[in-house]
């Protein structure tokens, strides 16, 4: 599959913008958004190629709204990795099962996040 949209979901703002200058600097389109809530209504209105989605958020955190995103049938075939400080072997397991592809650990390198969006 070729890329070009990635959603980029982060409540720090920090963070977010970070990954989106990493994101947009490989030439990628970035939609963002702030929370899960946020994220499953971008996914259905923007379709994008790639969501990265960091878990620990208020509200709907990024394992359920990976849940829901990988369940609904308009957004089920976006793949979804999560970018986050949970970094425990259970933590990847049960992100897993909620549906995401893979995760990568914070602190990040800018090679690990074009890698993991190259490799879709």
């Not at 959603?7 to 702030?34: F, M, N, R």
């Not at 955190?61 to 999560?82: H, L, Q, S, W, Y």
């Not at 259970?90 to 996040?113: C, N, Y």
């Amino acid at each position: 599959m070729s890329v070009s949209t990635v959603l980029v979901v982060d409540d720090s703002p920090v963070d977010l913008a970070h990954l989106k200058i990493i994101v947009e600097g490989a030439g990628y389109q970035v939609v963002t958004a702030t929370n899960g809530k946020d994220a499953q209504d971008k996914a259905k209105a923007c379709h994008p190629d790639v969501i990265l989605m960091d878990v620990v958020m208020d509200g709907v955190d990024g394992f359920e709204a990976c849940r829901n995103i990988t369940k609904d049938a308009a957004t089920a075939k976006i793949p979804v990795f999560f970018v986050t400080s949970k970094s425990q072997k259970a933590d990847k397991v049960w992100g897993e099962l909620q549906g995401g592809k893979g995760m990568i650990s914070k602190p990040f390198t800018p090679e690990q996040i074009i890698d993991t969006i190259a490799a879709v």
